[in-house]
C-alpha cells in the first residue's frame, strides 16, 4: 500500500486518481500506523509552506516522516511536498523538514527567459526536465521530457542532491534526491504519460525495498 | 524552455459535447469525456469545458462529466460556465479539475475573483473575457469593450482597464475571446491578443478565430500569448491535435511533441 499523506495542503484526489488508473494500491491518510504500514510515502502538496508545516507539525506528522525516511522508507514529495522537504523556505521563512540540505527560495522578478522578455511569476505550464544523474524514478523517460509545473518558489538543495534541472529565467533544480527519496517540483500525476511512468517507477521500487 | 500551449474548449450541454453552428443553433456532436480522451492522446497540453447547461438543476450532471475526465486524462483542465460563487469552484475542483473560469459572474462581482483565489490560490483561477471591438472613445479607451452573455450585452467596460483589474484581483490567466473573430475562422483578434499581453504579468490565452494552425502559430508569435483556445478546428475532424503542434513545431514554435 502507498499512502498519500494528508495533511491539509490542497488536492491530494488528482495523485490518488493517477495511482487508481496505474491500478496501485493506495489511500490518502494522516494516521500514523497507516504511515509506519505502508510501503512507500507520496507527500504531495499545494499551497504555502508556512501553513502546511504547521498543519504537518499539530499532526505531529513531521516526526513520522523524519523517522520513516530514516528508517529507509521510500519517499516521494511533489511540488509543495517536494520544497518542505528541505531544510528551509523562504516562502512565510519557514524552517521544514531538513531531509535533503537545502533551501527553498523564490524566483526573482527581473529575471528574463530565451528572448529577454520578463518571466511570469508562477512559472506555469509545460516545461523540460534535464536529467543530469541517472536514477530509478525515470527508468523509460526520454532525456528533456515535459511536465506540468506550477510554482512561485523552486528547491535549491546542496549539489549532490540536484538529479534534474529545468530552465525558467535561470536553470533550477526540478529533481532531486537519492536512492528512496527524492523529490519533484512539477506534477507528474497532471503530466500526462510520461508523468504517470514516474509513479509506475516510484511505485516498483517500492515493492523492490 | 515554456512551451506554448494548444488547449481545445469543449463546450457541454447536460452533458453531451456541443458545437454551435452558425444559423443552425447547437448541434450535439458527442461525448465529452471520449473527445477528452482522445484529444489527450493526441497531445493536448490542457483541456477547456464550457458547461451551456442552462437549467440548474441539470447542473450535477457536468459534476459527473468533471469526475470521469479527471479518472481518465492527466493533464490540468478547467470548467467554465455557471460559476457564481466560490462553493460553486470547490465543487469543480474538488471533482478533479485543475481550474475554473469564471466569466460574466466575474464582471458582476469582481470580488469572486479575489475569493477564489484567497481559497484556492491564483493559479486555479482563470477570468473569461469576451470582448467586443467597438473603437475608440472616452469611455473606452483602447477600443475594445467588455461584453457578457456570449456578446449580447456591452458592460461599458474597457477590456484594458478589466485584463489589468482581474491580474490585480489575483487571477491566475486570462482567456481572451474576440466576439468579432470569434466563428469566423479568420484567425485570432491579433492587436487585441497582443494589446492584453503585453500589458498583464499572468499568462493570456488567445480564444476565437482559429480556422487553419498558421493562426496559432501567429497567436503565440506576434499575439504574444501563451496558448492557443481551439474549437471546431478540431471537433470536426480538420486537423488532430498532432497535426496542429507539428505545424508550430516546425515553424519554430517551443511546443510538447511527445507525451
Redesign the interface.
Known sequence: MIVIIDYFAGNLTSVKRGLDYLKIPCEITSDKTRIKKSMGIIFPGVGAAGSAMRNLREQGLDDVLKEEVERGKPLLGICLGCQIVLDYSEENNTPCLGLIPGRCVRFSEGLEDEWGKRINIPHMGWNQVNIIKKNPLFQGVPQDSNFYFVHSYYPSPEDAFVLGKTRYGIEFCSVMGRDGLWALQFHPEKSGRIGLTILKNFYNYCKEV | ???K?VIPCLDVRDGKLTKGVRFKGNVDIGDPVESARRY?EEGA?EIVFYDITASHERRGIMLKVVEKV???I???FSVGGGIGSVEDMRQV??A?A?KVSVNSAAVKNPQIISEGAEAF???CIVVGMDVLWVGKSKLIPSGYEIVIHGGRKRMGIDALWWAREVERLGA??ICLNSIDADGTKDGYELRLTRMIAENV???VIASGGAGHPRHMVEAVTEGKA??ALIASIVHFGEYSIYELKKYMYERGVPV?M??
Do not use: T, V
Open positions: 524552455m515554456l512551451c500551449r489527450y497540453d479527471a479518472s481518465q492527466f493533464i490540468p475542483l474538488l478533479g485543475e490560490g491564483s493559479q491566475g490567466e504579468r499572468i499568462p501563451s496558448a510538447r511527445s507525451w
